[in-house]
């Protein structure tokens, strides 16, 4: 139920809970491709960061009522999302300023993901906690919460769980950071990420379906439209491009109303990667 409240992932998961689920505001996410405000980066300001300032803060719930802000620094399940420059920065700023504690989730992004330890990394941000889980372990099933050493000064029996410090978790998981730093993943995720990300875009100038393409190392966006002036979201079409993919041998997950996520392997090479292109574009052919 608590992760259930912070995610507005899909309203069926929520549907039959309301009441069940209080103290928990949400807020639009930077999506500069479908701004929630109507407005156009940068012009805009980062209106979407005054609304929490002036909205939220002032009429909604104020800040010394809020226990944290949490957000992921990269959207993941809502559409791999990439936010503009400036605003993690001004969050974090903002959060400062009022005493707020800072939550980066980095279970999607971090980990070499998007070719820095943790998307927070790109705009320079240290968050006052960090939320670690997936590529973690290896495909076990853990995770981790990193903070400022003050926040985690608790005194004993103040918090404890069930299944925490598993002996084969905590080995998996050295394993792993042992493999990402000695392979250089991240360097890989963020050469072999942006030969994709060029390489994907060049798709985008060919076929009309693609409206937006976004990402950072090796988490990518693929916003799949009917008319590109309108924006208007092609659900159907992109589930068939991962048909048509998945006949070929490629798996696609989508993200979001009508986005693919490209979140391949952090050993992808460029062979591999021009591999699963190919196949894309033997999709996109047929639903064009």
Known sequence: MGSLQLTTTSVAARRHFKGMMQGVFHVPYAYCYRCPFKQTYPDCGLWCVDYIEDIMFKKVIPPDDLACMIIEPVQGAGGYIIPPDGYLQALAKLCGENNVIFVADEIQSGLCRTGKWFACEHWEVEPDIVTIGKGIAGGLPFGATVSRAELMDWEPGAHE?????????????????????????????????????????????????????????????????????????????????????????????GAGVSSLRLAPPLILTREQADVGLEILEQALKEIK
Do not use: H
């Not at 409206?211 to 992109?238: C, F, H, L, S």
């Open 161 to 253: 769980n069930t299944m925490g410090g598993s002996p084969v978790g905590c080995s998996a998981a050295l394993a792993m950071l042992d493999i990402l730093k000695t392979d250089r993943l991240t360097e890989n995720a963020a050469e072999v990420g942006g030969y994709l990300l060029k390489r994907l875009k060049e798709l985008a100038e060919r076929y009309e379906l693609i409206g937006d393409v976004r990402g950072k190392g090796m988490m990518i966006g693929v916003e799949i439209v009917k008319d590109r002036g309108t924006k208007e979201p092609a659900k159907a079409e992109r589930d068939k491009l991962m048909t048509k993919a998945f006949e070929r041998g490629l798996v696609l997950l």
